[in-house]
């Protein structure tokens, strides 16, 4: 399975050096010389020729990148490795968890997890209602206290109103309503 590992930002410089956006925990391995990313959409294969960290944002150069105007074909696009499946308690690849179904803490069914979307401060599941409705859950341990990867479930304790469930039983009477 492929893992997600950055998002091509701008070009930089004019020898096709390009900016950026991480999504891995160990940039150092996944951006090592010789490394092969993959570009999604497009399926372009790439070799990392350089790594290097400046004002805080990474930036990467490739052997088959070769000037700024092949860098900048390539924002926007994401950048994947294959991936076997974490070996790490409590931590889990997106691709681990697309397809698993959510539930409640009192076992009750409210869909299934059709992806990940990536936050500014922590990630977010996407949660497809039973409804069609999508719901972004935040990935966190008091909203999402548990994965059991062996029974493919998540957990899920949210707040009320979280779930377009909740909203659509959600009755406002003239004295909650501020009328």
């Not at 990474?58 to 994947?80: N, P, Q, S």
């Not at 790490?88 to 179904?101: K, R």
């Not at 401060?121 to 409804?131: K, T, V």
């Amino acid at each position: 399975m492929d893992l997600f590992v950055a998002k091509v930002g701008r070009p930089h410089g004019l020898k096709g050096d390009v900016f950026v956006d991480l999504r891995t925990d160990d940039p150092a391995q996944r951006f090592a010389v010789g490394q092969v990313l993959t570009t999604e959409p497009g399926g372009r294969e790439l070799t990392v020729a350089g790594a290097r960290v400046q004002n805080g944002r990474w930036v990467l150069r490739f052997d088959e990148v070769i000037d700024r105007d092949e860098a900048e074909e390539l924002t926007g696009l994401d950048l994947t490795v294959a991936a076997a499946d974490s070996d790490e308690d409590d931590a889990w690849y997106a691709h681990e968890l697309v397809g698993m179904s959510a539930v409640l803490t009192d076992g009750t069914a409210v869909g299934q997890i059709s992806g990940i979307d990536h936050g500014a401060a922590h990630d977010f599941l996407i949660l497809r209602e039973p409804n069609g409705v999508q719901t972004l859950i935040p990935f966190v341990k008091e909203i999402v206290p548990d994965v059991d990867k062996a029974a493919g479930k998540v957990i899920l304790n949210p707040p009320g109103g979280l779930l377009a469930a909740d909203a659509a039983n959600l009755v406002i009477s003239p004295e909650t309503s501020g009328n």
